[in-house]
C-alpha cells in the first residue's frame, strides 16, 4: 500500500482525526508566543472543512509526562486557532473518553474541534495500544500534518493510522517536498551552516550533509565540542570550523569577525543553502550579530534557502526573515534525523518509504 495524501480521500460527512504538531511556545502569560505551527497547519484545516468533513484536532503540547497540566493545556492553542480560521474551535477537557465521544457525536459538517493534549496520558508516549485504538474510534479518516513529531514512536503517530484509512496532510506534503529538494541535485554550490549545540544529536546531520553539500558550516560551539570529545567527523574535507569567536574562541558567544565574513562569502557564492541552528546566543543582541550577518547573506541572492529548527525560527522570526526562505521546517529534530536519512516512524506508519522516493 502506497503512502495516500488528502487530497485523495473522501471527506465530505467524515469524522477526520488529524495530527498536528501544535507544541507552540508560550509567554509568560501561558498564551501562543510564535503561531507559525498553527499557521503552516491552516491548509489542510480549511480543507477538510471545505470538503464538509468534520475535524478533529489532536497535538501534543510540551512535555507533561503524563500528567494534567493546567500550563500544558491547548486552551488557548484553540483560541488563536480559532481567530486564524476565522471559525469556532470547540476544545475538550481531555483527548478520549465519554465527554469527547459525545462532543464528537454531535459535530456537523465543517465543524471544527480541538482535544486536549495527548501527553496529559502516559499512554501517548509509551505507544500504548488501548490509548491509540480509543482515539481511533473518534476518526473514520486519518490524516497527519505533524512533521515536527515524525521521529517520536507515540501512540497518535505511529499506531492510530494503522487502525484508519490514513493520510498526510499538505503541510507534511510541503515539508518532504522542501526538504527532499536538498537531497536531490541541488543546485550548486551548496552550503549548509550548523549552529546550536549538542553535537551528538547532530553528528548524524553533519556526516550526511558533508556527503551532499559542497561545505559545511559549523558554529563555534559544536566547533570546540568537536575539539574537546575528539568527534571524528566523515567528509572532514567538506567542514569548515569558524576561525574566530566573541568574545574569545573557547567562550565563543557569537562567531568572530573573521569567521563572519568567511562565512558570509561562502554563503553568497552558495545557489542552495540550508541553515540549521543560529550561531550563537542570539537573545542578547550583541551576539546576534554573527546570525543576522549570515542571514542576510543568505537571502540578498540564493535560489533555494531552507532554514528550520525551533531556535532558529525564533531567531528568524524577531528579525522578520522568514518569508525571504524559500522553505522553512516546522520540524526540529525530526528535520535533522529526515535529512540524515532516517526513516522517520511516523512516516514510516503512512507508508511513505513503501513510495520510491
Ligand atoms: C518539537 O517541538 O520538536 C516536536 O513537537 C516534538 O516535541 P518533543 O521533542 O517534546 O517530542
Ligand atoms: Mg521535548
Redesign the pocket.
Known sequence: MNMQWIDTLSLKGKRVLLRA?F?VPLNKQGEVADDFRIVSTLPTIQYIIQQGGKAIIMS?LG?PEGKKTKMLSLAEVGETLAKLLSVPVSTTKDSVGKEVASLVENMKEGEVLLLENLRFHKEEEENNEGFARELAKLGDVYVSDAF??MH?NHASVVSVPKLLPSAGGFLLQKEIAGLQKLLLDPERPMVAIVGGRKIESKLPLIDKIASLADEVLLGNLLANEIQEKGIVLQHKENIVLPPDGVPDDKKAFDIGPATRTLYQEKVREARTVFWSGPLGRYEEDEYAVGSKAIAEAIVEDTSYAVAGG?NLLDFLGQHGLRDKFDHIST????MLAFLAGEQLPGLKALSYYSLEN
Open positions: 504538531d507544541n501534543h512535555d515536527g513529531v517520536r525551533g520540524g526540529g529534530s525530526s
